[in-house]
Structure formats: C-alpha cells, structure tokens
C-alpha cells in the first residue's frame, strides 16, 4: 500500500471520528516529549511534510543558525486521545528532517532506526516488551506532587488496600483505545509503585509505545488527583523503579533465533554471543540506560536492583536473566534500565552492543546460579565479576571510553548526551543535601 493511499485513509478516518486537533509529537535527546499542535485543517499539509518548527529551541537539537526543521509524521502512529470531552484529539509520531530531506541526526528516533537498519541488513529485527515501573503520589491544595503514597500496599496487594488500582484501570482502558494490548498489571513491592506490561513487538514500535505509556499515565493520573512520576527513586529506603528490557531477535521472516531445543538450556548460539554483547558493554550503555544522577541510587545493593555484571537462567538477581519460557517467547530480559532512559537512544546501544557480540562472536561468562545479592566481596573478585557504574560520572566515562556503543549513536547525539549528563552532574556536585547537613554540620 503506497503513501498516498495511506494519506487519503487518514485523511478519511479523521474526517469520521470528527478529530479537531492533531499532535505532532517527537522526543528530545534527553527523552521529553515534545509536540507541535495543529488543528485538522492543517492535517493534509503536515501529511505533505510540510510542518516546520525551529529546532533551536529543543534542548539538544541544533544551533540558532541552524534552526528551521520538518516534522515527518509516521501514519502507522496515528491515535485519537479517549480522554478528550469536547474537542477531539488525536496524534502522530514523528521523525525531524533537516531542510535539505535528509534525516536529522539528532533526532533519537531516527538514531534507533539506524541502528535497526544495521540489523536488517544482518538478517535480523529486534523485538522487545518493556516492564514499566511507576509511583503515583498524593497532590497538595495546589496540584503539587508530594511524596505521600496514595496507599500502603506491597507487591500483588489488591483493593482496598490497593488505593491506586481504580486509577490503574482507568490508564490501562485509555491505553487499550489507543492500540496497546496489555499483558498484565499489579502493585508493585513499595506503596505507591504499580507496573503495567504491554506486549512485545518490534523495537520502533516499542520504543514509540514506552513514550506514549509515560504519556498516558500522567495524564490519567492527573485527572485522579495523583502525580504519576517515572523518577528512578523518588524515595530512600523502598525500591527504586526499573523497566526492565525483555529482548529477542528474529529473522527477517519473524521466528526468534534465541531458540534453540538441542542445546542444554535451550538458547541458540546466536542467543549465548548477544548475551557476550550485552555484557561486554554493559558499562558503557549504562550511560544511556541510566541516564540521570537519581538512576545511580537505585542502583544499589538491597533493593533488588542489580548491581554485578552477570547472568543466570535460574534467579532474578543478576544483571541479566533469561526468563523461563522458551520457544519463540525465548528472550533476553536486561534488568539496568529505568524509566528515565530515552527509549530510542537505550535500545540502539543494546542492540548494537548484542549486534557486537553476534560479530565478534563474543561468550558470555559462566552463568551465575546462586544469588548474587548474598555474595561476598571475595566470592565477586574470585569469579571476576564486574559491576555497574555507580554513579553518572563514572558511566560518562565508560562511555567515552567505548567505540563501538559510542558509534552507535553518532556524533552528534553522542555529543548531546555527553553535554546534558556532564551538566547534570555539576549541578548535582554543588548541591548541599540534606544528608549532608544532617550528617556534617554539627560535627565539624
């Protein structure tokens, strides 16, 4: 089906759901969702590639001389918002060219389609199923987030107790309008943490759904009284939120080649050598997982995050597991990241650090069976198991050092990301905390 017939389509579609406004939505190099709002006159000259927006004024994007860009919308993207009462609202995503047609190279979207090009002409397409982690807080008179929690339920607690599960419901009917098909969704182990699980599908696809969840949750939440936040850890002393990375690859005609039944624990090699990728350059993407200073105190031992460098098929400690199905539910679940990450940018470096191991045919080390947060430090040395940065300086510096996931984002965005976290890191250094009045002041 060529563009065209696509076009007049939505253009028809629009036309009968009555839709008024059109969001053009993208996302910045820092994983903000931006959007240009156009009423559904206008739908047929952004539909033509015809909407400009000055670049200038995205946090990472281009310099004043260099402002002027197009917003190209993916037709596949198209939903109408349900949350609307007067007015209806729908949106496309879209991919930022420069003037001259070309792809821009800052825009994290087209970053991921590179890297998912790469793939292809590999004979492979990566697919993946996020598990979004989130807290819902209280507001104050004013709309203010607080971190009061809404409940003080724990993991898979139910109603009553359960005072976030109505608004839980409502984000997974809006999301169900909007296309997602939804797995499962629980509360999770601190008070006010819940997960929603959408089902895999390829990474674009993906990636685009993760930013339109953050969306939805929100917005949901808001409408509830509640402040829905994807902080990493809001709060000292529970656990942090993660969004693990559930990843396989398939050929090009679509069976997983992570399967395999003759070997042992019934993983193909193509599977054991991404899993060698992923390691290998585990401190470096980190960086692009992990990329905000809150991401490190998360990061910890004892809250069930991971820490150590390491795999198992058979406990859910170590940085990486697989999980139990096999088949072509086989799969990788990658456990770092967080919901702070840009889901374009963590998944290009993934893939291209898996994509590495494919090539250089890279073996993961011996798997790790026992748990890994009971381990001591002499047992860690012993195995030579690495870990994790612990702070965003320290995974700055992997990154520089590291070639390969560095190419993976170009220079340009390589350059963005590097510029943002730096300047993160010394707003952070000058901050004075509260732990440290607390712990210092009357002291010395």
Not at 10 to 18: N, S
Not at 163 to 190: T, W
């Amino acid at each position: 089906m060529n563009y065209q017939k696509n076009k007049e389509e939505l253009l028809r579609k629009v036309e009968e759901l009555e839709v008024e406004f059109i969001h053009l939505q993208f996302t910045d190099i820092v994983g903000i969702m931006k959007d240009v709002t156009i009423t559904v006159e206008q739908l047929e000259k952004a539909l033509d590639n015809k909407i400009m927006f000055d670049g200038s004024s995205i946090d990472g994007f281009v310099r004043i001389e260099e402002s002027d860009m197009y917003l190209i919308p993916d037709l596949s993207t198209f939903a109408v918002f349900p949350w609307t009462n007067f007015h209806k609202e729908a949106r496309l995503i879209c991919d930022v060219y420069n003037m001259d047609g070309t792809p821009f190279e800052g825009c994290p979207r087209n970053t991921l389609k590179k890297m998912l090009k790469e793939a292809e002409e590999m004979g492979y397409k990566l697919m993946v199923g996020p598990e979004c982690e989130f807290f819902l807080f209280n507001t104050d008179e004013k709309g203010n987030p607080s971190l009061e929690t809404h409940d003080d339920a724990g993991y898979f607690d139910l109603a009553p107790v359960d005072l976030g599960g109505d608004a839980r419901n409502q984000m997974i009917v809006a999301l169900k309008e909007m296309g997602f098909r939804i797995e499962a969704s629980h509360h999770e182990g601190a008070p006010g943490q819940h997960e929603i699980d959408f089902e895999y599908d390829d990474a674009l696809k993906t990636a685009d759904n993760i930013m339109t969840f953050k969306m939805v949750v929100r917005i949901i939440a808001q409408r509830n009284g509640l402040h829905a936040t994807f902080m990493p850890k809001p709060k000292i002393g529970v656990n942090g939120s993660g969004m693990h990375l559930n990843m396989s690859l398939a050929d090009l005609e679509g069976k997983n080649v992570f399967n395999d039944q003759e070997e042992e624990l019934k993983l193909s090699e193509t599977a054991y050598h991404f899993l060698g990728g992923l390691m290998k350059h585990a401190r470096a993407y980190t960086v692009l997982t992990n990329p905000t200073v809150n991401s490190y105190k998360r990061l910890v031992p004892g809250y069930e995050a991971p820490v150590l460098i390491a795999w198992s098929a058979s406990n859910r400690s170590p940085l990486i597991r697989i999980p139990a199905e096999r088949g072509e539910a086989t799969r990788i679940e990658l456990r770092s990241p967080d919901p702070s990450a840009n889901p374009y940018l963590a998944l290009a470096a993934t893939l291209k650090a898996g994509l590495d191991g494919i090539v250089n045919k890279i073996d993961p080390p011996e798997q790790v069976t026992s748990n890994i947060y009971e381990m001591g430090a002499e047992e860690i040395e012993e195995r030579a198991i690495d870990r994790l940065p612990i702070n965003l300086y320290q995974a700055l510096q992997e990154l520089a050092k590291n070639e390969i996931i560095k190419s993976s984002l170009g220079e340009h965005v390589y350059r963005r990301v590097v510029s943002a976290a730096q300047y993160e890191w010394k707003e952070y250094s000058k901050y004075v905390s509260q732990w440290e009045l607390d712990r210092y002041l009357r002291k010395y």
